[in-house]
């Protein structure tokens, strides 16, 4: 096959990855961001039926509330200062039984639990994928797990209607299981399907389609769509739009050969589906390639949890595929995004403009990505791992320096400068942002799908994504004390967390671009990153007939 044909991207090949992408990649990402804009509002509804299921009437809290923002206001207009007695007086006027409204403790825990409940069943997910990924096979393991999402998007839609917090909870539960299955089973599926000289650029895709579904959720929040009291539950109920397009879609597109041919031992059928979406016969030496893998894997059961984790030859790679999820979460990229309503407001943003401001940031996002795209097979994978994670350490000293330069008890003299600074520390947040979509977000999940052959990747997919939601379940719960225990002072541990990444990856990581799957173990089997090409100790039976005539 010519480096053309191998190149071609038919239109059943580009039909499969948008069906993919957006029943499941583009649902984790909305599913990460869609919490976060209609927070408070969802906060009051739990408010709210809490205190009516206590016996109290609402309508006195909205009243007694809009007596004290009429205070309020009243007091701004005078030299005076607020009379905090009247805070009290308005809800005695109104009849409010203080007593069974929730405390801002007992709302933060479960507005915590509801949240966290995503990444807690995301880690169960992550652990089942591997035998869901093996069992269905990759194709049918996406269309079996929509129902769950079917399941999550009821649920998440009629939690107002029924006055029932418990059913936005557990619709985070069905949400999280799938987002742990789906954030494996696609990119699994993807660089099957792919052809070698593109399979970065496609795996690629769904890292795309994250960031495309954080910024959907996060337009689709705004007070002028669904960011209201009375339609927020449309936000939730919206899973089940992407879910339905990939049930009626999913059926046209083709398995992945690779799992048809080495899993199941079809080789017609992995022939006919390979014909499909390369749109030429002349398949021979990827059936070749494929027919070596499967002659190695020959008598090999699926790997279990147990048995990659106790296999000598696959320590190296699991070591990296764990250490490089482990490096995406705690990179800090959810820390920024946590911080960066601080930053905006230090730079003196109008707070009905924030939201606006962190729709921007999401649009950065997705661009940063687009262009990651194309530069994953020109420039290669260590390449985008190394240096836009270098950008990412910069932009997070740069941070910590000009965070504690607005500190205006540190230095009293730079008060004037403050918005400056502040504009600064936006400009280096979205830097990060850049460097995080160009290299440490889409990279990993390609690495982790390129550096196992073919028995033992859905349980090391498996078992990396898992490693990816506890560190992500991890930083959730002890973000909040590191920035108050740390102040300014928080993005230097993820620096030190970055550094040390990028001198593991330039020793340990190999180059995985235009190799096949069984190339990259052998590479990685000799144990360095940077060995010459003629010490990688291919297996002379690996390699296709082609290329030894």
Known sequence: MSGQEEQRTTGI???????AVIGNSFLYGYNIGVVNTPAL??????????????????????????CNENNSNSSNT??????LSNVSNCYEKFGVQTELLLNKWQLEILWSVTVALFVFFGMIGAF???????????????????FIMFVAAVLGGIPLAAKSPELLMLSRVFVGIHSGLNISLCPMYLAEISPRKIRGAIGTCHQLAITIGILFSQILGLKELLGTESLWPLLFAFNALPSLL???AMPFCPESPRY??????????????????????????EMEEMRAES???????????????????LRLPLIIACLIQVTQQWSGINAVMSYSTFIFQQAQVAKHAIPYVVVGTGVINVVATVIAVPLMEKAGRRPLLIWPMGVMT??????????????????PDLVSSQQSFAYVCIIVAHTYIIGFALGLGPIPFIVVSEIFRQEPRAAAMSLSLAFNWICNFILMLIFPFMKDGLQEYTYIVFSIILAAAIVFIFFFVPETKNKTFDEIANSIAFGRARGAEKKYAVDQESIPMTEKS
Not at 135 to 145: A, D, H, L, Q, S
């Open 13 to 19: 090949l580009l039909f499969s990855v948008f069906v």
């Open 41 to 66: 509002i969802i906060q009051t509804f739990y408010n709210k039926t809490y205190y009516e299921r206590a016996g109290g009437n609402w309508t006195d809290v909205q009243q007694a509330e809009a």
């Open 78 to 83: 005078t030299t005076t200062a607020p009379n």
């Open 128 to 146: 089942s994928s591997a035998k869901v990924a093996d069992f269905f096979g990759r194709k049918k393991g996406m269309i079996v797990i929509t």
């Open 246 to 248: 990939c049930l009626v």
């Open 260 to 285: 048809l041919l080495i899993k199941k031992n079809l080789e017609e059928e992995a022939r006919k589906e390979l014909i499909r979406i390369r749109g030429t016969h002349d398949v021979d030496e």
């Open 295 to 313: 002659k190695k894997s020959a008598g090999v059961t699926n790997y279990t949890i147990k048995q990659l984790v106790t296999s000598p030859n």
């Open 394 to 411: 910069g932009s997070f000293i740069l941070l910590t320096i000009f965070l504690n330069l607005m500190d205006p008890e540190k230095h």
